[in-house]
T-cell receptor, first 113, second 113 residues
């Protein structure tokens, strides 16, 4: 049981480049989330997916897009990376709603030059 | 909307001393409250969770937290700190909409020998 896995672990991009962060969970959870973590700001929600086929914006969605590919996978895409998107990105999943325990992946450390 | 305030971005205690990490929340509905811990270069893991069943919640590794509605607080305590408790701790709330968590900015706990 791997839990929540994220790829890649590290990435360096140049301004304007695009990339997709991958997330998968093997716990048969319905809900999945993308957060970014910046020093002194805690975790901020970028997008979430309450169930397969649905996605909703969180607190800081600008510059990002998401795809809930199936029940297991939830990807985050940066179409044109900016230095302000330098951050650590965490994917999480939970059985259903926001009241359930969320399980986190190990994170992706992204630097945009 | 809901919010979380964690007082003190850094807390330092001696090994064996009491640990007290403060969390105050605001929510327009009865909240669900969480404490998560993040060890260096890892994702977050759940310490404990309040879901209105009992005001004193016991978690893993000897931590506990007490929900005080009148003070809108959910402080985390541990009677005796261990070196292994050194980590960053996040308080989070699930409030109106119950869709996702809102995190505080985190408190880094340092344990001195």
């Amino acid at each position: 049981n791997a839990g929540v896995t994220q790829t890649p672990k590290f990435q360096v991009l140049k301004t304007g480049q695009s990339m997709t962060l991958q997330c998968a969970q093997d716990m048969n959870h319905n809900s999945m989330y993308w957060y970014r973590q910046d020093p002194g700001m805690g975790l901020r929600l970028i997008y979430y997916s309450a169930s397969e086929g649905t996605t909703d914006k969180g607190e800081v969605p600008n510059g990002y897009n998401v795809s809930r590919l199936n029940k297991r996978e939830f990807s985050l895409r940066l179409e044109s990376a900016a230095p302000s998107q330098t951050s650590v990105y965490f994917c999480a999943s939970s059985e259903s709603s926001g009241t359930d325990t969320q399980y986190f992946g190990p994170g992706t450390r992204l630097t945009v030059l | 909307a809901q919010s979380v305030t964690q007082l003190g971005s850094h807390v330092s205690v001696s090994e064996g001393a009491l640990v007290l990490l403060r969390c105050n929340y605001s929510s327009s509905v009865p909240p669900y409250l969480f404490w998560y811990v993040q060890y260096p270069n890892q994702g977050l893991q759940l310490l404990l969770k309040y879901t209105s069943a009992a005001t004193l919640v016991k978690g893993i590794n000897g931590f506990e937290a007490e929900f005080k509605k009148s003070e809108t607080s959910f402080h985390l305590t541990k009677p005796s700190a261990h070196m292994s408790d050194a980590a960053e701790y996040f308080c989070a709330v699930s409030g109106a909409g119950r869709r996702a968590l809102t995190f505080g900015s985190g408190t880094r706990l340092q344990v001195q020998p």
